[in-house]
């Protein structure tokens, strides 16, 4: 166990990727603390051993407050990984885009504001860990989703220029691409307020995107659970040199290389032949 990684801070454990991380790495033997707005969503995850604190991605007082209780009780923050985030869809024409503020506001500028904030102690302390928990919707993007796949290309960039500019301080920076995780994501995109409109014009596509996200998530074949994406994230975490990127699942794999591959025309006759 590298000593290093430790203490651990994970952002949006109350449910899903978040929760099944957390237990895991405590059943890891890692100091854990597991964060929510909502601290009594993780009553359970303390009684399993983790340390609980009160964290909201979208409030700078609720973030610095998280980060200097860790480091209080042990200097730096060894790893932190970002997983906080969910998806708001909707046309690119009809997406309402306060919501889609707020979805940045999480999934971009919090996870931002939570790397700003662990580098100096990891700095100091010669090391430490960022995971990014991006999308392989960060690689390729289907019709309704843009806006949350844009939050997940930004991800990408972000760490990208992050892991070359903290590599000297002995910081490692890690990118975990899952693909279709069986968690309450496809109740989230579907409540989105842009997604709902039967006079749209867009509303046969989005029916076609509902159906077949639904198919996706109904199989076993194409998803996983969240425990899937927490071993990946324990074996980050336990790698002396862990790689820049990890795709989880097999179907993500097998589109994001036909993506890469392929180029726009195969990409495009892959989406019309899903949608429509």
């Keep these: 166990m590298p000593l290093s990684r430790s203490p651990i801070l994970l952002t949006g454990c109350s449910t899903g990727i978040g929760r099944a991380t957390a237990d895991l790495l405590v059943k890891a033997g890692y100091t854990v603390y597991a964060t929510a707005r909502r601290v009594d969503t993780l009553d359970e995850l303390a009684d399993a051993g983790a340390r609980v604190l009160a964290l909201d991605v979208t409030d700078e007082e609720s973030m610095v407050a998280a980060v200097r209780a860790v480091e209080a009780d042990h200097g730096r923050v060894g790893t932190l990984v970002n997983n906080a985030g969910y998806g708001e869809y909707g046309p690119v024409e009809e997406a309402d885009l306060a919501s889609v503020r707020r979805m940045f506001e999480t999934n971009v500028f919090g996870l931002a504001r939570m790397t700003q904030l662990v580098l100096p102690g990891m700095r100091a302390a010669g090391g430490g860990l ?48 899952p693909g279709a995780i069986r968690t309450n994501f496809e109740e989230t995109i579907n409540s989105s307020a842009a997604v709902g409109n039967p006079d749209s014009p867009y509303a046969d596509l989005v029916a076609r995107v509902r159906r077949v996200n639904s198919g996706a998530y109904d199989s076993r074949l194409l998803s996983v659970g969240p425990d899937a994406v927490a071993r990946t994230i324990l074996k980050v975490v336990e790698a002396t040199r862990p790689k820049s990127r990890y795709l989880v699942t097999t179907s993500a794999r097998a589109m994001v290389h036909a993506r890469r591959l392929g180029g726009d025309r195969l990409w495009d006759s892959i989406v019309r032949s899903q949608f429509g």
């Design 130 to 177: 960022v995971v990014n928990i991006g999308s392989m919707g960060g690689r390729l993007a289907f019709p309704v989703g843009g806006y949350y796949h844009a939050t997940k290309f930004a991800v990408e960039g972000l760490t990208d220029s992050l892991r070359n500019e903290v590599r000297a301080f002995g910081v490692d920076v890690v990118l975990v691409e």
